[in-house]
C-alpha cells in the first residue's frame, strides 16, 4: 500500500531546508524516482545591504551563517579590496589564512562528528536521553565497541571544536563572527605570544585529526563501502580556490579550477548565470550574471518551490565543497559519492591544518597588517573564495559611496539549487535520484546522502509513494540545528 511520510524536521543541519522525494517500485526495489530541494526561508541580505558604507559589508554578511561567518568576512574583504584598489599586507595575508583555517576545521569536525556521524551509528544504550531520542535504527547502523568510540569521540570532538573557535579567536577576536576583518587587512597585530598560543592549540587539533577523526573516517568507509556507489550527483564539480599564498592570490593552498563532464578546465566567473525559474523571485531577478543580479522576492510565483536562485556554469550543475576542491588540488580523485565526500573533507582538514602550522612560520611580529584607504565614490568589486561547504561568491556595485547593489552565492545555492530553464535539477536533487530506500518508515539512506553535502539549512524530507493521500508523522532525533 502507498504510504506518504513526512519527516519534520530532518535535523543536524542549519538553516530551513526541505527536501522532498518521490519513492516508488522500481525493479521490485523501492528507489527514489523524484526529488526537490526547497530553501523555505527568505532572508534578503542583498536588499539589507543597499544603501549602506561599504565597509559594513564585512559584519552584515558574516550574519549570512553562524557556522561559516568567518568565510563571509573572507569574501567581503576581499570584494572590497578589489572596489578599493588595494592589497593587503603580508601579514594581512597570512592571518586571514589561519582565521579561516580555523573556522573550517572547526566546521569540518562538526559536520562529521556532529550532524553526520550518527546516519551510521546504532546509539541505543549509549545515548538514551534528548536531544539524541527518539531516534532511527536501522540494521546496518554500527553497534557494540565501534558505536561507543565513536560516540566517544563526539564528545571529544565538541572539545576539539570549542578550541578550534578559541585558536581562530586569538586573532579575530571572538568567534563566531571576527570584527577584525577589514578592508585592506585585518585589526589584529602580530606577537610572538600570539603565535606560540595559536601553535599550541592547532597542535593539539592536529593531533586529533591524525589520530582521532583520520581512523574514525576509515573505520565507517570499512563499514559502509555500498555509499562510494551512491549519491553521484552531476558529476561536475567546481572550486573557487582559498588561502592565498602569495600577495596577489596566483597562487593558492586549494586552487581554482573544475571538473566538468570527465576534464579538467579553469574557472572564469563571467560565465555563471543564475536562474529563477522554480524560485520565488521575479522574473527580473533570473538569467542574470550576479555582477549584475537582482533580488525581488515574489512568493507567489506558479510552479515555484524554492527562496534559492539555481546558478549555474556554462548552463551546467555543478557541486561545490571539499570534494570538488580536493578533486581540482588533485589531493583526491578517487570518485563521487556520499562517501567520497565524507573522506575528502577528513582528508582536506589534515591538509589544511598541517599548512597551517607552516603559515605561522611565515608571520612577522609587528609587521604592519593593514593599509590605509579612503571609500572610493563609484566602484565595482568581487570576491570569490571558498567556504567549509564550498565556493563563496560576493559582488558589489558602489556609487556615491555607498552600495547599490550587493549579490552573494553561497555553496548551499549551488548545491541545494532547483531545477534551472533546462529542468536541470540541482546538484543534491540528482544525487538523491534512483537511490535505494530500504525502509520508507525510516530513510536513512536520504538522511546520510543529503548530509554529506553539508547543506547550510535546516531539513524537512518528505517521501511519497504516488497515489495515498493519508500520510503520518515522524519525528526524528532532534540533534544540533
Not at 543536524?12 to 527514489?32: K, N, P, Y
Not at 568507509?221 to 564539480?237: C, I, K, M, V
Not at 520565488?280 to 515574489?298: I, M, Q
Amino acid at each position: 500500500m502507498a504510504t506518504t511520510i513526512t519527516i519534520d524536521p530532518v535535523t543536524r543541519i542549519e538553516g530551513h531546508l526541505e527536501i522532498e522525494v518521490t519513492v516508488d517500485d522500481v525493479g521490485g526495489e523501492q528507489r527514489v524516482v523524484d526529488a526537490k530541494s526547497a530553501g523555505t526561508m527568505f532572508r534578503g541580505f542583498e536588499i539589507i545591504l543597499i544603501g549602506r558604507d561599504p565597509r559594513d559589508a564585512a559584519q552584515y554578511t558574516q550574519r549570512i551563517c553562524g557556522v561559516c561567518p568567518v568565510s563571509h568576512a573572507m569574501a567581503s574583504t576581499m570584494t572590497l579590496d578589489d572596489a578599493f584598489g588595494i592589497a593587503p599586507p603580508d601579514n594581512a595575508r597570512i592571518l586571514r589564512n589561519l582565521m579561516l583555517g580555523a573556522n573550517f576545521i572547526q566546521s569540518h569536525v562538526l559536520h562529521f562528528y556532529h550532524l553526520a556521524a550518527l546516519d551510521y551509528i546504532d546509539t541505543t544504550g549509549l545515548l538514551d536521553m534528548s536531544p539524541w531520542t527518539p531516534r532511527w535504527v536501522t540494521p546496518d547502523m554500527a553497534t557494540g565497541s565501534t558505536a561507543a568510540d565513536l560516540v566517544s569521540h563526539y564528545v571529544a570532538a565538541l572539545e576539539i571544536r570549542r578550541k578550534a573557535h578559541q585558536m581562530g579567536a586569538i586573532f579575530s577576536g571572538k568567534l563566531p563572527c571576527t570584527g577584525s576583518f577589514v578592508v585592506g587587512g585585518v585589526t589584529e597585530i602580530v606577537t610572538p605570544e600570539k603565535v606560540n598560543d595559536f601553535r599550541t592549540l592547532l597542535t593539539e587539533i592536529r593531533s586529533f585529526v591524525d589520530n582521532v577523526y583520520l581512523p574514525d573516517m576509515s573505520a565507517l568507509e570499512t563499514l559502509f563501502p555500498g555509499y562510494y556507489g551512491l549519491g553521484a550527483g552531476s558529476g561536475n564539480l567546481l572550486a573557487f580556490g582559498v588561502f592565498d599564498l602569495d600577495a596577489g592570490g596566483a597562487s593558492k593552498l586549494l586552487p581554482s579550477g573544475r571538473y566538468t563532464e570527465g576534464s579538467n578546465y579553469t574557472v572564469d566567473a563571467s560565465e555563471i548565470t543564475e536562474y529563477v525559474n522554480y524560485s520565488w523571485y521575479t522574473a527580473a531577478s533570473g538569467n542574470k550574471h550576479p555582477a549584475v543580479g537582482v533580488t525581488e522576492p515574489d512568493p507567489d510565483i506558479p510552479g515555484a518551490y524554492t527562496w534559492l536562485k539555481a546558478p549555474r556554469y556554462q548552463d551546467k550543475v555543478h557541486e561545490v565543497g571539499p570534494l570538488a576542491r580536493m578533486w581540482v588540488s588533485g589531493d583526491y580523485t578517487h570518485g563521487i559519492s556520499a562517501l567520497d565526500r565524507l573522506m575528502a573533507r577528513a582528508l582536506e582538514t589534515k591538509k589544511i591544518a598541517d599548512a597551517m602550522d607552516g603559515w605561522l612560520d611565515q608571520l612577522t611580529p609587528g609587521a604592519p597588517v593593514w593599509q590605509a584607504n579612503t571609500v572610493p565614490a563609484q566602484a565595482t568589486g568581487v570576491g570569490l573564495t571558498e567556504a567549509p561547504r564550498g565556493a563563496l561568491g560576493h559582488w558589489m556595485d558602489i556609487d556615491n559611496s555607498v552600495i547599490t547593489r550587493y549579490q552573494v552565492i553561497t555553496p548551499t545555492a549551488w548545491n541545494a539549487s532547483p531545477k534551472d530553464y533546462l529542468d536541470q535539477m540541482g546538484s543534491i536533487e540528482q544525487a538523491l535520484m534512483d537511490l535505494p530506500v530500504g525502509d520508507v518508515d525510516q530513510p536513512i539512506e536520504v538522511l546520510r546522502v543529503v548530509h554529506t553535502f553539508d547543506p547550510c539549512l535546516a531539513c524537512g524530507v518528505h517521501m511519497v509513494r504516488p497515489g495515498q493521500r493519508e500520510g503520518t508523522r515522524v519525528l526524528i532525533r532532534p540533534g544540533i540545528a
